[in-house]
């Protein structure tokens, strides 16, 4: 078993940066492909970014490329996301998603992790 905790959340205003982290615990010895996933009330829950078990291939929604930024330190078992220049529309609750991967790969589906956070609440005022 994984267990993932989302933090760094919190209420902005557009233009301002937040990194969230995402600290895996558990079974983190095998390779965790990760993502960062957002959902904003009424809309369904959206790929943000993913990042590979070994960090060297990364994805961005359309989005936020450009704007944010997925990294992991294996080590410390930690998943960070930078994210700049944030607008009202990235207000959403995000989440940090993990699934076991032999690979080097990244995953966009929902459906392909079967470890998730809590969420942490980000809030873009205008």
């Known amino acids: 078993q994984v267990q993932l905790v989302e933090s760094g959340g919190g209420l902005v205003q557009a233009g301002d940066s937040l990194r969230l982290s995402c600290s895996a615990s558990?079974?983190?010895?095998?390779?965790?492909?990760m993502g960062w996933f957002r959902q904003a009330p009424g809309k369904e829950r959206e790929l943000v970014a993913a990042?590979?078990?070994?960090?060297?291939?990364?994805y961005y929604g359309d989005s936020v490329k450009g704007r944010f930024t997925i990294s992991r330190d294996n080590a410390k078992n930690t998943v960070w996301l930078q994210m700049n220049s944030l607008e009202p529309e990235d207000t959403a609750v995000y989440y940090c998603?993990?699934?076991?991967?032999?690979?080097?790969?990244?995953?966009?589906?929902?459906?392909?992790?079967?470890?998730w956070g809590q969420g942490t609440q980000v809030t873009v005022s205008s």
């Open positions: 998603a993990g699934r076991i991967a032999a690979v080097q790969y990244y995953y966009t589906s929902p459906n392909d992790y079967g470890y």
């Open positions: 558990g079974r983190t010895n095998s390779g965790l492909a």
């Open positions: 990042i590979s078990s070994g960090g060297g291939t990364t």
